[in-house]
Nanobody
Framework: QVQLMESGGGLVQAGTSLRLSCAAS????????MGWFRQAPGKEREFVIAISGGGSVTDYADSVKGRFTISRDNAKNTAYLQMNGLKPEDTAVYYC???????????????????WGQGTQVTVSS
């Protein structure tokens, strides 16, 4: 059974940092694009950040540029989302996803991602 499992969410104060992890099991995604999306209450799911299979190409939503970074450890089949300078508007459920048909062509479209985690809650208080 293929699974993506997020961890690292929680309740933090504005201006602090969190690192989310996304561990894959059941198959390897080492050559595939990995991405993070988020969904705030009452809003649609939105793209946050993505990384190519080799880890050399990344793409960011404008709202997180300069604050969030994505990385991956292919030996561990794990992707990470480092979030610095958190703001209350970053409050959301964060999902990691894998795009099995993409290796270096990043996408901000959720329809391009085949596998999804169950999500982890990030709450930023002011």
């Amino acid at each position: 059974q293929v699974q993506l499992m997020e961890s690292g969410g929680g309740l933090v104060q504005a201006g602090t940092s969190l690192r989310l992890s996304c561990a894959a099991s059941g198959r390897t995604f080492n050559r595939n694009v990995m991405g993070w999306f988020r969904q705030a209450p009452g809003k649609e799911r939105e793209f946050v950040i993505a990384i190519s299979g080799g880890g050399s190409v990344t793409d960011y939503a404008d709202s997180v540029k300069g604050r969030f970074t994505i990385s991956r450890d292919n030996a561990k089949n794990t992707a990470y989302l480092q979030m610095n300078g958190l703001k209350p508007e970053d409050t959301a459920v964060y999902y990691c996803a894998a795009a099995t048909r993409r290796t270096w062509q990043l996408s901000q479209n959720s329809y391009d991602y085949d596998y999804w985690g169950q999500g982890t809650q990030v709450t930023v208080s002011s």
